[in-house]
């Protein structure tokens, strides 16, 4: 198993919709900033939004059992091998993400219970 990078490519906010539906004041995610770099392969990595990692999970699960030359779904959404483009399920401010396999092996920091 390979260890994923997870990129926050951006921050978002649907004026549109926060006008509609928002409460005062409501800004884009407080939690995750564009830049932010993650590495993550089976669990979440600390410090990452619990929600996000709920919609982002089985992107990086699939990714780090791949062989990161491959394209997702049989080459008719992304573009690029071994990469994913993601986004939290906050329909008034989601995040996005870039997901990317890499060649750095995950290690198992716990201990199997038998």
Partial sequence: MKKVRITVLKTTLDQELVEEYGVIGLRACP?????????????????????????IYQYVFALAH?????????G???????VAICSCNDGL?????????????????????Q
């Fill in 93 to 113: 401010r989601p995040v996005i993400f870039k997901l990317e396999a890499t060649e750095e092996e995950s290690e198992i920091n716990y201990i199997p219970i």
């Fill in 31 to 55: 939690m995750l900033k564009a830049g932010q770099v993650f590495y993550a392969d089976y669990a979440k990595p600390e410090h990452f939004c619990d929600e996000a990692w709920k919609a």
């Fill in 66 to 74: 791949g062989d990161g030359k491959s394209l997702f779904y049989y």
């Fill in 76 to 82: 008719d959404w992304i573009r690029k091998p071994g």
